[in-house]
């Protein structure tokens, strides 16, 4: 699906176009020049092809086709790659380490407050504990039965929640790489994501339900629950579109979700009841809300969304401050948003392979980081904000 935005519409539909119809030609251009060569001697066909293979990995490059890009790469004579291989090359992978360990896409990440431990999610089931620092395997978590699309860390790093497609919340031990239990409170669809309290003694989660006799019937929701019972706290119906994202407020007493039917709502848990409404549901064509996240100081929420744009809103009054349109950001969809653990910085990941480093006051874009072969589902800041983790379909973190 090509999404869009707003009344930049035509233009975004011909971007997109455009990138694909640039991505079309590197292609031809390459299959064209094989064929030339193939008439050519054997030397000169070597050299032939091996610039044809260049000048179309830097044109993918450009297209931030990275998958691609490497591929070619690596089938160029290994005897003729000189330094403008090992310039693409570089270009193509930016990452100062990969962690490989999953079998399927990686969806859900998180990071302990304390930087040690990065838990991974991912599409064959397991969490994967990390060593943030050296990537090497501290345990694989078992027992969902669906993709594990969302993980968060307590403020100790004593426990795990994970959320998962079989429509389960699990809660796990750290020090005994085991189990707590497992809470599947009114879930009839999978989870989309789950968050601590900041006390620990909560979790919120969202996500949907269908309901037969309602028009239409399909009922988003966001739901507090005890731990580690899983007594219902709280519940929040959305809108008619499934819940995707959800964040406590730093004292604990709100929270904020997001949805596909293009809502963004504070929520106050005392009184059950909306303290404001972001609504862009009526921009004439269907996008989705996929993340968000709120600031540290909790002035600030960011969004990302399947229009391939970032918003960043104020919290208190749920007001819009910036937009960031794809001609200054993402071509894709925006799947990750995250702040920096002091708030003056977030990162945005998606479907176009990339993660990109924002100035939070400003909106000012500082770094673009490139080396997925996929879409990128989930990005985390290290706790001293000087390092980026991503998730991606191509079943790495980076």
Request: proline share 3%; with cysteine.
């Amino acid at each position: 699906m090509t999404s869009s935005i707003g009344s930049n519409w035509p233009m975004t539909r011909l971007g997109n176009s455009f990138f694909y119809n640039m991505r079309k030609l590197a292609c031809s251009i390459l299959l064209l020049l094989s064929l030339v060569c193939k008439s050519q001697p054997n030397q000169e066909r070597a050299k032939i092809l091996y610039i044809t293979q260049i000048k179309a990995t830097e044109a993918l490059l450009r297209l931030n086709e990275v998958g691609e890009a490497k591929a070619i790469l690596k089938e160029t004579d290994p005897g003729r790659r000189g330094l403008e291989w090992q310039i693409l090359n570089a270009m193509s992978d930016r990452s100062i380490q990969t962690f490989k360990g999953h079998r399927n896409a990686v969806a859900g990440l998180a990071i302990s407050a304390d930087g040690n431990w990065l838990a991974s999610g991912s599409a064959d089931s397991t969490i994967i504990i990390w060593n943030a620092f050296n990537g090497d395997k501290i345990a694989t978590l078992t027992g969902h039965k669906g993709q594990v699309t969302s993980l968060d860390f307590n403020a100790s790093g004593s426990q795990l929640l994970s959320g998962s497609t079989d429509r389960t919340i699990k809660l796990w031990d750290l020090k005994e790489k085991k189990e707590i239990g497992t809470i599947k409170k009114d879930f009839f669809r999978g989870i989309y994501q789950c968050k601590f309290s900041p006390d620990g003694k909560k979790a919120g989660i969202v996500s949907w339900e269908f309901i037969r006799n309602q028009s239409p019937p399909v009922q988003g929701f966001a739901v507090v629950l005890s731990l580690p019972e899983g007594n219902v706290v709280q519940r929040f119906n959305t809108d008619n579109h499934p819940a995707s994202a959800v964040d406590f407020s730093g004292d604990g007493n709100k929270i904020y979700t997001a949805t596909w039917g293009f809502h963004v709502k504070k929520h106050d848990l005392a009184s059950g009841k909306d303290e404001w409404d972001y609504d862009v549901s009526d921009v004439g064509y269907y996008t989705a809300f996929q993340s968000c996240d709120l600031s540290p100081d909790g002035g600030k929420i960011v969004t990302g969304g399947k229009d391939n744009q970032v918003r960043m809103l104020d919290a208190a009054t749920g007001k819009l401050l910036y937009l960031l349109e794809p001609h200054k950001g993402h071509v894709k969809w925006v799947n990750a948003v995250r702040f920096s653990g002091d708030g003056k910085l977030f990162a945005s990941a998606s479907d176009d392979q990339l993660v990109k480093v924002w100035e939070t006051e400003t909106g000012k874009l500082l770094y673009t980081f490139k080396g997925h072969t996929s879409n990128i589902n989930g990005v985390a800041f290290s706790s001293d904000n000087k390092t980026i983790f991503s998730a991606s379909a191509d079943a790495t973190i980076k």
